[in-house]
């Protein structure tokens, strides 16, 4: 693994349309790249003891989630034949129906995408210390369970 400065991948509140375009566009002009993959992580609006969840708030230990997002990336990079990755996440208050995590992977070949994006989305799911509490329209809340 390389010695690379840990990057922040927190972002405040829910991940805009506009942001993930943005990055998503400034691959666009490079003619390494054979293909993208996206993994774009939505609230749901599950039902839990009949009462529907209105948002999530993530917190974390900021640094070792950091650590841990940089980890993850350069064993990524160290496994697949990447050419570029972004991994976000979001802190604070996320609706139901707005994105909490965006992963953007692009490699030469088609097929390394898919397996690369999977191995980051596990690991993230695995291995990130945030934490999310989910509040229900009357407002009540509980933690939740990582499924």
Known sequence: MTDKKIKNVFRQGAISSEFIGDSIAKHQTKTSIGAHNIFLGQVRADVIDNKTVSAIEYTAYEDM?????HDIREAAFEKFELTCMHI???LGTVKAGEICLFVF???PRRKVVFKALEFIVEAIKADVPVFGKEIFEDESHQWKVNN
Do not use: L, M, R
């Not at 989630?65 to 997002?69: G, P, Y």
């Open 65 to 69: 989630a950091n650590a841990k997002f």
């Open 88 to 90: 976000y996440h979001s």
């Open 105 to 107: 992977v692009s490699s």
